[in-house]
């Protein structure tokens, strides 16, 4: 499975942004992982396809995961963004092949 992740940039916290990410072969679960600079990959949200989805305490309330439903694309609503949301975030998908990983793409939040 070969992933297309696009959004992301720089915004002012409280701010918002969407990202989108789009997958090449049938996919199970989709969702987005993020990486702050000298910390771990932790996951941010996922859903699969019966439409079911899990957040990071940190981003519930604040993010939206959505998509997977008919199409093997997902996407992540970002809201009232803080700067601890600053990080690469990446795309992940796992499907009967296994589990792929987007390219990565950078959310900055800075005023």
């Known amino acids: 499975v070969q992933l297309q992740a696009s959004g992301g940039g720089s915004v002012q916290p409280g701010g918002s942004l969407r990202l989108s990410c789009a997958a090449s072969?049938?996919?199970?679960?989709m969702g987005w992982y993020r990486q702050a600079p000298g910390k771990r990959r932790e996951l941010a949200a996922t859903i699969n396809r019966g439409g079911s989805t899990q957040y990071a305490d940190s981003v519930k309330g604040r993010f939206t995961i959505t998509g997977l439903n008919g199409r093997n694309t997902v996407y992540l609503r970002m809201n009232d963004l803080k700067p601890e949301d600053t990080a690469v975030y990446y795309c992940?998908?796992?499907?009967?092949?296994?589990?792929?990983w987007g390219q990565g793409t950078q959310v900055t939040v800075s005023s």
């Open positions: 992940n998908a796992n499907g009967f092949s296994g589990s792929s």
């Open positions: 072969g049938t996919v199970v679960i």
